[in-house]
């Protein structure tokens, strides 16, 4: 599970908040938006208390998007990543 933060202030931030949650449930994306861009509920399981906080977060602060990992896990860590808003004339 990836979270974005401050993607209205132009210094977005996007890093790995989560790793290997069981999905229990899925929504339907709403019928009168693109489904493309609209908000679909997800609920998972979370094993460990302190992840809910995160999540929490997360869901009012940021922007949420789930990754499926293959069916061979892959281990390696998922680095934070910067986009700053460009400055003219630099």
Do not use: H, Y
């Not at 993607?7 to 229990?24: D, F, M």
């Amino acid at each position: 599970m990836l979270a974005t933060f401050g993607s209205g202030t132009g210094q977005a931030e996007a890093r790995a908040i989560a790793r290997g949650l069981e999905v229990l449930a899925v929504g339907g994306a709403p019928e009168a938006l693109d489904p493309n861009s609209a908000t679909i509920p997800v609920t998972v399981a979370v094993r460990q208390s302190s992840l809910a906080s995160v999540l929490a977060l997360a869901n009012a602060e940021g922007k949420i998007d789930l990754l499926r990992e293959g069916s061979e896990r892959n281990a390696d860590p998922i680095p934070p990543a910067r986009a700053e808003e460009s400055q003219e004339g630099s």
